[in-house]
């Protein structure tokens, strides 16, 4: 069993920075592939970034690369998503989420967290 919490979301202007951490528990956690999900109002929720494992590999959205960066410190077991110019569409709720499989797709992800609320407006 993992069990996860997201935090450091909030509003912010566009151009603007945010980093969302996520902290997990639970034996398995240390192995597990970590994704970054968010789902804006009325639209499915979509993949944002992924890490594996150890944090060797990571995988991003066409629409966020060069502009966030996930990374994770094993000691404090945690996962974060750094967040540079920030535009309104980035504006979703977002979800961390542990599962076995290094991968974009939702369904191979087991543990979600309950979301963290990113708006970024003017």
């Known amino acids: 069993q993992v069990h996860l919490v997201e935090s450091g979301g909030g509003l912010v202007q566009p151009g603007g920075s945010l980093r969302l951490s996520c902290a997990g528990s639970?034996?398995?956690?240390?192995?597990?592939?970590m994704g970054w999900f968010r789902q804006a109002p009325g639209q499915e929720r979509e993949f944002v970034a992924a890490i594996n494992w150890n944090g060797a590999n990571t995988l991003y959205a066409d629409s966020v690369k060069g502009r966030f960066t996930i990374s994770r410190d094993k000691a404090k077991n945690t996962v974060y998503v750094q967040m540079n110019s920030l535009k309104p569409e980035d504006t979703a709720i977002y979800y961390c989420a542990a599962g076995a499989v290094f991968t974009t797709r939702q369904v191979s992800y087991n543990y979600w967290g309950q979301g963290t609320q990113v708006t970024v407006s003017s």
């Open positions: 639970g034996r398995t956690f240390s192995n597990s592939a």
